[in-house]
Structure formats: structure tokens, C-alpha cells
């Protein structure tokens, strides 16, 4: 079934919308880009960590490890993407001058923008900020292992940590063993605020909670489902197998509020030939529905293919539980619901159901449009019951996949950094220490915050990261870092968290090697369960005092614990790191070896190609899901004049085209014909309507507090709806959380745009 003709009237609006930019996404500007910087100064560094043998530092559809930097796992080559030229290029910047921290005061530098911050450099000695100081200033390692060590020696209940997806499986589990074996859960992690509803909703469904789909079995899938995501700028590599599917015949069915150039049409640099100049279609069929209602979305395409008789009955029966139940409720629902709810028409979902019906091999894909809204354990059960309906798991080119953002966070989710530790990898810790691992529940990232705002947290490491600046109700979380005694930042790079979320006694900052530099070999895990190996690298920073995070938690551990349960200082060869992870975690015996054979591998276990899974009964387990009541409060409500004009949205926060998680590279977005960072994308027919204009500033207001002077863009994001930038708008909302998972829905928020 051809259905590229309902693409017509949006590719028309969205050029209509955006006048002077660009009609796909990708393509020269980012040839042009990786001139500009390989034939830089900076080049011959760039080319040098090009080549590397080591994982790119940006998202976990990953490339390098021992098949060469430009390389994936299926080894095809030029997968290298502009964003993780943009990563590499903030990492070979020259030192941070000393003189920054001498000269500038806090109050300057909490002046900076991410970019700014970023900008400044890298860090290259350590630093403390004192309780009472205006600046920072040098700290010695002896004064500082003096200070982290009596922090940590607090009870366990008052200790924590947090973590990105920056660092190496190594440091990941040194650190969970660290802070288990103080006796604290406390392992609070950045996947808490993304894919924590895929890991939990997965888990349950499937017994795994990650994707698996491996790329192998993605290119026999013959349509993708892609909810929720902006891979165009977030995931660029995965762009290569939607162009080669669609080019075979297959379908991309994408679901989004926000029309995205480069998922309607992407030129692919892998492809010079049939794609750079021309472009590639990608969206067969581009559904937009309201932020927040995709459970109704995805009910209402189980309805439809319940009417077009495309279950697949026999495999419901003899593979799954609860799909009875499942079933039932998409037939009770009625389409005025359905359709009311998510603001998408029986005919579109009809038209959805049939391409998926009538497809060999399906794949479900997404990200955060899915995982960060108040339901995300629904949406993310929606989307796989939606796959088990039509047989669409257990099968090559078939199943349910997840895009994660950061290139190892799942391996430290893996690893356990999670308050959610899996039975097999606490028993296999609970023979390691020799004592029970019954330990309380633990905080999460949002727990973390809240604990600590109620003084309940005395001291903190962060391994990565940007604690302040990933949260909701930025003020909120300035307080609650305020509260804690002790905070140990390990970064590479100065941010915005370094200026901002500052400890009541001692913020120190140390400065780590990254990922190409380490004196030793690491892992990384992509996203679809691949186990990259890294080797050893120098760091350009000559004349630095930096250190690998390995060797600080394991010095730092054997400060505080001696020989027990391990010897910490033998851990600093990442060796035995491994050896101690083969034995502990499910899935990843062959990193015992690894040294030796230098074989990268796929974890055993978690891709599913036969319809046995990992529950106990075998079966995949499925979940009804009730249709979110998605309401929006009125402008009075917000505390804005009946006087005032204004107009009440459902908020989107998103990422821009130059940006890595919290890092920001370039203020501008030239896909979305947003000129700089402080830009509300608004539908003009909701713009117009209360007599708003294009370039009109504005006051946007949530529930913790409101941004002036913000400039109004049209765009083609769906009518009731808005996009600003993250993470300078989180300090406007608090954020409802899923509490199945503490994931906060950045992906709906009630917001008041006025004049």
C-alpha cells in the first residue's frame, strides 16, 4: 500500500511554515561542518580521536571500539555523524585558564549559558568552593581524598550518588560496588529521567529491559514505528537504516507532535551518491497527535487492527499472557474516545494499523516523546502490546526498541547503577561482600532531589553529568544541592552544575580523562546490547592533573574500606574490573576475555529471534493501559490578568540541532527556524488566533515559574501544543513523574503564554 501521498500537505505546510530553512534534514551542512573542523587547527587532533579505537562519546546507536572509529558493529563503514564531531571537538579544547576561577566569582560565573560554560575549556586541576568563598580555588589530592573520605564515612542512608552515560562500564560498576558497600542504594542515575518507563515496562513485559532488536535484525525489519523521537538530530546513524528500508519497499510510520524536516526527508553523508544532494523520504505516513496521548493512539491502532482482522490470534495464545484483557479493552473503547484523546482521526489510525497489519516484519521503536510524560510505563506497554498483537516480537526483523540517548547509559544500568537492582546480580554481590544486600529502597533521581531538599543528604558524588541542569524546577534543585554537606563532581568539561548546584560546605571538582584518553581499556554498551572495547589513549592535556575516574573510586574506595570485599587498588588495572563484572552481571561473561581476544560481542540474552522469553512462564506478559484524561488548566489559573492575552499550551521540552543531553554547541536551530535558545515553537493558526505574531516576546509561565521576553517562532508542531528548549525552560515547571518509574513528563507541561 502506497501511502506517500498523505505526506504532501505537511512537507507543503512545514516549507510554508519555515520560509528560508532548510526542506531536509542532514545533507552539505554536514560536509561543510566536518571541513570547517578536519582542516582546522584543531584537525589533526579531531582526525587522530577519529580513529581511535574507542566508542563515540555521543548516542548509544554507537560506532568505533576495536572495528575502528568510523565503524559499527556490523562493520559498515562512515558512521561517523556531526554530533559526535561536536563531542570530540568539546573534548580536545585547551585547558580551562587558571585564571577563570581566580578571577571570575561565582556570581559570573552563574552568568553562563551551557554553551558558555562549555566553552571555557577543559578542566585540568581540581578545584574546591568553600563554604562562605566567591570563588574556587586549587584543592591538593591529599586535601581531597581527606574531605571525600570523611564525607562517605556518613551513614549510608545520608550518602549518594549520580551518573551519566559519559563513563565506562568499569567505573560504573565500581561505582555501585563502592556505594552497596557502604550499605547505600542510593544510586541515582540519568536514565532515571529518560528510559526508566522502558527499562520497567520492558522488564515486566519481557523479562529484559532493554531492546531486542540488534542492528542485524533491524535490517530485515521491512516497517518501523518511530514514536517520540527526533532521531534526524539525536540518533543521525539510525537515519542510514531508515533510508535503506524505505529504499527496499519497507515503511517508517512516524509518530510525533512536532513535524521534524529531517524525519520527512534526511540526506545521509553514507550515502553520496543517492542521498547527499537529493535527499531520502523518510515518513511514509507522519501522525502528530497531542502531547501526552499516545497510549490512545496506540489503543486505538489495536482497535483497528482488531476490525481489520490482523491479530494474530495464534500467536497471542501460544506465546503470551493477558492478552485477553488487552484485546478487550481496545475493543470497549470507542473511536470518539480514542480519536478525541489523541487528536488523530479513525482514518490515519486506521491507515497505521493497516501498514503494520500487512507488514512481514515490524520494529517499535522510541524515545523520550514516549518515556517522559506521566504515564511512560503505559506507553511503552501500549506500543509492545501493540507488537505482540500482530506477532511482531520473537522474530529476525522483528520486536521492540528503545533509542537511548547517551552512548553508555545503558551499560550503567547494566552494571546495576540502578535502584532497581536485579535478584541475580544482588546474589551475585551478596556472595562477593558475604552479607545480605537487603538494603532500603533507595533514591532515584527525583527521590534524590526531594531527599536532599529535606536535608536528608549529606554527601553526593556525581561520576558525569549535570545534575542541576537535567532536573525539572531548576530553583528546586539549586536548593536541594545547597542542602548537602559534601559534593564530588568527576567532569571533563565545566557546566552549568558546577556553578549552580553547590554544596552548603565543600563542591569540589575533579577533573577525569575521557573516554579516548584513559591510561587503561574500558567498555562501553550501545543501545542495542554491543559491547565495545576501548583502548588506552593519552590525553593532550600535558601539563594537567587529571585523573581516570577508575583510579579516584577505587583510591577513594580503599580509603574508606580497606581490602574489603576486594582489593580496591588491584581494581586500577580495568583487567580485574572486568573479571569481578563477568561474574556478577548476566549476559556479560565474555568481557572476562576480552583482554585477550579483543572480541567486542552482543550480551546473550536480550535479543529475542524465537518467541521464548525471559519471563518465568516463557511467555511475554501484557498490560492494559487506561486512556490518559489529559486536561489543561485556565490562564487565571496560572495567577495571569483576564486583561492580558494569552494562550494556554501543552509544553514540549526539547533538545536543538547542536546539542548533547544538558551540552549545548550552537545557540541556533536551523531546522526549526529557531534563532537562538530563548524561542517558544508555536503553531501559527493558535498564535494568530488570540492575535500573537510571529517575532512577538512573550512571558511563558509554568507551575515553579516563568521566562520573559521569549520570542515566538511559528512552526509545525501540532495545534495546542509548544516546544522550548531544554534545560533552560525546566526552571519553569515542576514536572508530573510516572511513579511506577520517577521519569518526569517534560514531554507535557501546562503552560500560559501571555502578553
Given at each position: 500500500?502506497?501511502?506517500?501521498?498523505?505526506?504532501?500537505?505537511?512537507?507543503?505546510?512545514?516549507?510554508?511554515?519555515?520560509?528560508?530553512?532548510?526542506?531536509?534534514?542532514?545533507?552539505?551542512?554536514?560536509?561543510?561542518?566536518?571541513?570547517?573542523?578536519?582542516?582546522?587547527?584543531?584537525?589533526?587532533?579531531?582526525?587522530?580521536?577519529?580513529?581511535?579505537?574507542?566508542?563515540?562519546?555521543?548516542?548509544?546507536?554507537?560506532?568505533?571500539?576495536?572495528?575502528?572509529?568510523?565503524?559499527?558493529?556490523?562493520?559498515?563503514?562512515?558512521?561517523?555523524?556531526?554530533?559526535?564531531?561536536?563531542?570530540?571537538?568539546?573534548?580536545?579544547?585547551?585547558?580551562?585558564?587558571?585564571?577563570?576561577?581566580?578571577?571570575?566569582?561565582?556570581?559570573?560565573?552563574?552568568?553562563?549559558?551551557?554553551?558558555?560554560?562549555?566553552?571555557?575549556?577543559?578542566?585540568?586541576?581540581?578545584?574546591?568552593?568553600?563554604?562562605?568563598?566567591?570563588?574556587?580555588?586549587?584543592?591538593?589530592?591529599?586535601?581531597?581524598?581527606?574531605?571525600?573520605?570523611?564525607?562517605?564515612?556518613?551513614?549510608?542512608?545520608?550518602?549518594?550518588?549520580?551518573?551519566?552515560?559519559?563513563?565506562?562500564?568499569?567505573?560504573?560498576?565500581?561505582?555501585?560496588?563502592?556505594?552497596?558497600?557502604?550499605?547505600?542504594?542510593?544510586?541515582?542515575?540519568?536514565?532515571?529521567?529518560?528510559?526508566?518507563?522502558?527499562?520497567?515496562?520492558?522488564?515486566?513485559?519481557?523479562?529484559?529491559?532493554?531492546?531486542?532488536?540488534?542492528?542485524?535484525?533491524?535490517?530485515?525489519?521491512?516497517?518501523?514505528?518511530?514514536?517520540?523521537?527526533?532521531?534526524?538530530?539525536?540518533?543521525?546513524?539510525?537515519?542510514?537504516?531508515?533510508?535503506?528500508?524505505?529504499?527496499?519497499?519497507?515503511?517508517?510510520?512516524?509518530?510525533?507532535?512536532?513535524?521534524?524536516?529531517?524525519?520527512?526527508?534526511?540526506?545521509?553523508?553514507?550515502?553520496?551518491?543517492?542521498?547527499?544532494?537529493?535527499?531520502?523520504?523518510?515518513?511514509?505516513?507522519?501522525?502528530?497527535?497531542?502531547?501526552?496521548?499516545?497510549?490512545?493512539?496506540?489503543?486505538?491502532?489495536?482497535?483497528?487492527?482488531?476490525?481489520?482482522?490482523?491479530?494474530?490470534?495464534?500467536?497471542?495464545?501460544?506465546?503470551?499472557?493477558?492478552?485477553?484483557?488487552?484485546?478487550?479493552?481496545?475493543?470497549?473503547?470507542?473511536?470518539?474516545?480514542?480519536?478525541?484523546?489523541?487528536?488523530?482521526?479513525?482514518?490515519?489510525?486506521?491507515?497505521?494499523?493497516?501498514?503494520?497489519?500487512?507488514?512481514?516484519?515490524?520494529?517499535?521503536?522510541?524515545?523520550?516523546?514516549?518515556?517522559?510524560?506521566?504515564?511512560?510505563?503505559?506507553?511503552?506497554?501500549?506500543?509492545?502490546?501493540?507488537?505482540?498483537?500482530?506477532?511482531?516480537?520473537?522474530?529476525?526483523?522483528?520486536?521492540?526498541?528503545?533509542?537511548?540517548?547517551?552512548?553508555?547509559?545503558?551499560?550503567?544500568?547494566?552494571?546495576?547503577?540502578t535502584v532497581r537492582l536485579r535478584?541475580?546480580?544482588?546474589?551475585?554481590?551478596?556472595?562477593?561482600?558475604?552479607?545480605?544486600?537487603?538494603?532500603?529502597?533507595?533514591?532515584?533521581?527525583?527521590?534524590?532531589?526531594?531527599?536532599?531538599?529535606?536535608?536528608?543528604?549529606?554527601?553526593?558524588?556525581?561520576?558525569?553529568?549535570?545534575?542541576?541542569?537535567?532536573?525539572?524546577?531548576?530553583?528546586?534543585?539549586?536548593?536541594?544541592?545547597?542542602?548537602?554537606?559534601?559534593?564530588?563532581?568527576?567532569?571533563?568539561?565545566?557546566?552549568?552544575?558546577?556553578?549552580?548546584?553547590?554544596?552548603?560546605?565543600?563542591?569540589?571538582?575533579?577533573?577525569?580523562?575521557?573516554?579516548?584518553?584513559?591510561?587503561?581499556?574500558?567498555?562501553?554498551?550501545?543501545?542495542?546490547?554491543?559491547?565495545?572495547?576501548?583502548?588506552?589513549?593519552?590525553?593532550?592535556?600535558?601539563?594537567?592533573?587529571?585523573?581516570?575516574?577508575?583510579?579516584?573510586?577505587?583510591?577513594?574506595?580503599?580509603?574508606?574500606?580497606?581490602?574489603?570485599?576486594?582489593?580496591?587498588?588491584?581494581?586500577?588495572?580495568?583487567?580485574?574490573?572486568?573479571?569481578?563484572?563477568?561474574?556478577?552481571?548476566?549476559?556479560?561473561?565474555?568481557?572476562?576475555?576480552?583482554?585477550?581476544?579483543?572480541?567486542?560481542?552482543?550480551?546473550?540474552?536480550?535479543?529475542?529471534?524465537?518467541?521464548?522469553?525471559?519471563?518465568?512462564?516463557?511467555?511475554?506478559?501484557?498490560?492494559?493501559?487506561?486512556?490518559?484524561?489529559?486536561?489543561?488548566?485556565?490562564?487565571?489559573?496560572?495567577?495571569?490578568?483576564?486583561?492580558?492575552?494569552?494562550?494556554?499550551?501543552?509544553?514540549?521540552?526539547?533538545?536543538?540541532?547542536s546539542q548533547h543531553n544538558t551540552?549545548?554547541?550552537?545557540?541556533?536551530?536551523?531546522?526549526?527556524?529557531?534563532?537562538?535558545?530563548?524561542?517558544?515553537?508555536?503553531?501559527?493558526?493558535?498564535?494568530?488566533?488570540?492575535?500573537?505574531?510571529?517575532?512577538?516576546?512573550?512571558?511563558?509561565?509554568?507551575?515553579?515559574?516563568?521566562?520573559?521576553?521569549?520570542?515566538?517562532?511559528?512552526?509545525?508542531?501540532?495545534s495546542g501544543s509548544a516546544l522550548?528548549?531544554?534545560?533552560?525552560?525546566?526552571?519553569?515547571?515542576?514536572?508530573?513523574?510516572?511513579?511506577?518509574?520517577?521519569?518526569?513528563?517534560?514531554?507535557?507541561?501546562?503552560?500560559?503564554?501571555?502578553?
Amino acid at each position: 500500500m502506497d501511502t506517500q501521498p498523505s505526506m504532501q500537505p505537511a512537507a507543503n505546510q512545514f516549507n510554508e511554515t519555515h520560509g528560508n530553512t532548510p526542506e531536509m534534514g542532514g545533507g552539505l551542512p554536514v560536509i561543510e561542518y566536518w571541513a570547517r573542523h578536519t582542516l582546522s587547527p584543531e584537525g589533526p587532533k579531531l582526525w587522530k580521536t577519529l580513529f581511535h579505537k574507542s566508542a563515540c562519546l555521543s548516542c548509544a546507536w554507537g560506532t568505533g571500539g576495536q572495528k575502528g572509529g568510523f565503524t559499527n558493529e556490523d562493520g559498515e563503514v562512515l558512521q561517523r555523524c556531526m554530533k559526535s564531531v561536536e563531542a570530540i571537538s568539546a573534548e580536545i579544547q585547551p585547558p580551562v585558564p587558571t585564571q577563570v576561577f581566580a578571577d571570575r566569582s561565582i556570581a559570573e560565573l552563574q552568568q553562563l549559558s551551557s554553551l558558555e560554560a562549555d566553552r571555557l575549556g577543559r578542566l585540568s586541576f581540581p578545584v574546591i568552593l568553600r563554604a562562605g568563598q566567591s570563588h574556587y580555588e586549587r584543592i591538593s589530592w591529599d586535601e581531597i581524598y581527606a574531605i571525600a573520605t570523611a564525607a562517605f564515612h556518613k551513614p549510608p542512608e545520608r550518602i549518594a550518588s549520580y551518573s551519566s552515560g559519559r563513563g565506562s562500564n568499569e567505573a560504573a560498576f565500581l561505582l555501585q560496588l563502592l556505594l552497596r558497600t557502604l550499605g547505600s542504594n542510593n544510586l541515582a542515575d540519568c536514565s532515571d529521567l529518560c528510559h526508566a518507563p522502558s527499562t520497567v515496562g520492558l522488564k515486566q513485559m519481557f523479562g529484559t529491559g532493554t531492546s531486542i532488536v540488534s542492528l542485524e535484525s533491524l535490517k530485515q525489519a521491512d516497517c518501523v514505528v518511530l514514536a517520540g523521537s527526533n532521531a534526524a538530530y539525536n540518533h543521525p546513524r539510525l537515519m542510514n537504516e531508515l533510508i535503506k528500508l524505505r529504499e527496499h519497499g519497507g515503511h517508517v510510520i512516524v509518530i510525533n507532535p512536532v513535524q521534524e524536516i529531517g524525519l520527512i526527508k534526511f540526506a545521509s553523508p553514507a550515502f553520496p551518491a543517492k542521498s547527499l544532494l537529493a535527499g531520502s523520504e523518510i515518513a511514509s505516513l507522519y501522525l502528530q497527535p497531542i502531547p501526552g496521548s499516545d497510549v490512545a493512539l496506540f489503543v486505538g491502532i489495536q482497535k483497528a487492527l482488531i476490525e481489520q482482522g490482523q491479530v494474530r490470534q495464534d500467536f497471542l495464545e501460544a506465546h503470551t499472557e493477558g492478552w485477553e484483557a488487552v484485546l478487550e479493552q481496545a475493543r470497549s473503547h470507542s473511536w470518539e474516545a480514542i480519536t478525541a484523546t489523541c487528536g488523530i482521526s479513525q482514518a490515519e489510525i486506521e491507515t497505521a494499523a493497516r501498514i503494520i497489519g500487512q507488514s512481514q516484519r515490524v520494529v517499535f521503536a522510541w524515545a523520550m516523546g514516549i518515556t517522559q510524560q506521566a504515564n511512560g510505563v503505559d506507553n511503552v506497554y501500549s506500543i509492545a502490546n501493540t507488537a505482540l498483537i500482530t506477532g511482531n516480537a520473537g522474530r529476525m526483523g522483528t520486536g521492540v526498541m528503545p533509542v537511548r540517548g547517551h552512548s553508555n547509559v545503558q551499560g550503567f544500568g547494566s552494571m546495576g547503577v540502578t535502584v532497581r537492582l536485579r535478584q541475580e546480580i544482588k546474589q551475585a554481590l551478596e556472595q562477593l561482600l558475604g552479607r545480605s544486600l537487603n538494603l532500603p529502597k533507595g533514591y532515584h533521581t527525583r527521590d534524590l532531589i526531594e531527599a536532599a531538599e529535606a536535608g536528608k543528604v549529606d554527601s553526593l558524588i556525581c561520576v558525569g553529568g549535570n545534575l542541576y541542569g537535567a532536573n525539572p524546577d531548576s530553583e528546586q534543585a539549586k536548593r536541594a544541592l545547597g542542602n548537602i554537606d559534601t559534593i564530588v563532581y568527576l567532569s571533563t568539561k565545566p557546566n552549568t552544575g558546577h556553578f549552580h548546584g553547590l554544596a552548603k560546605t565543600n563542591t569540589i571538582i575533579i577533573p577525569v580523562l575521557n573516554r579516548f584518553e584513559n591510561p587503561h581499556k574500558t567498555t562501553v554498551e550501545s543501545g542495542n546490547n554491543f559491547v565495545r572495547l576501548n583502548d588506552e589513549g593519552q590525553t593532550h592535556l600535558k601539563q594537567g592533573e587529571l585523573i581516570s575516574e577508575v583510579e579516584f573510586l577505587t583510591e577513594l574506595a580503599y580509603r574508606l574500606l580497606g581490602d574489603y570485599p576486594v582489593d580496591w587498588r588491584k581494581l586500577q588495572d580495568t583487567r580485574y574490573v572486568r573479571q569481578l563484572i563477568a561474574k556478577t552481571i548476566p549476559g556479560y561473561e565474555k568481557i572476562a576475555t576480552i583482554d585477550d581476544t579483543q572480541e567486542e560481542f552482543t550480551i546473550s540474552g536480550r535479543i529475542i529471534t524465537e518467541p521464548q522469553f525471559k519471563t518465568p512462564s516463557g511467555k511475554a506478559m501484557m498490560f492494559t493501559t487506561p486512556l490518559p484524561i489529559l486536561t489543561l488548566p485556565a490562564p487565571q489559573d496560572f495567577g495571569v490578568p483576564a486583561s492580558a492575552t494569552s494562550l494556554v499550551l501543552a509544553l514540549m521540552t526539547g533538545r536543538s540541532y547542536s546539542q548533547h543531553n544538558t551540552v549545548v554547541y550552537k545557540i541556533g536551530d536551523k531546522y526549526r527556524g529557531m534563532p537562538h535558545r530563548h524561542c517558544i515553537l508555536l503553531n501559527r493558526t493558535d498564535a494568530e488566533k488570540v492575535g500573537f505574531q510571529e517575532h512577538d516576546r512573550v512571558t511563558v509561565q509554568g507551575d515553579a515559574g516563568k521566562l520573559e521576553h521569549v520570542e515566538i517562532i511559528y512552526g509545525a508542531v501540532r495545534s495546542g501544543s509548544a516546544l522550548m528548549f531544554y534545560p533552560e525552560v525546566n526552571v519553569i515547571f515542576k514536572a508530573k513523574t510516572d511513579p511506577r518509574c520517577g521519569t518526569p513528563a517534560y514531554k507535557r507541561v501546562p503552560i500560559v503564554v501571555y502578553s
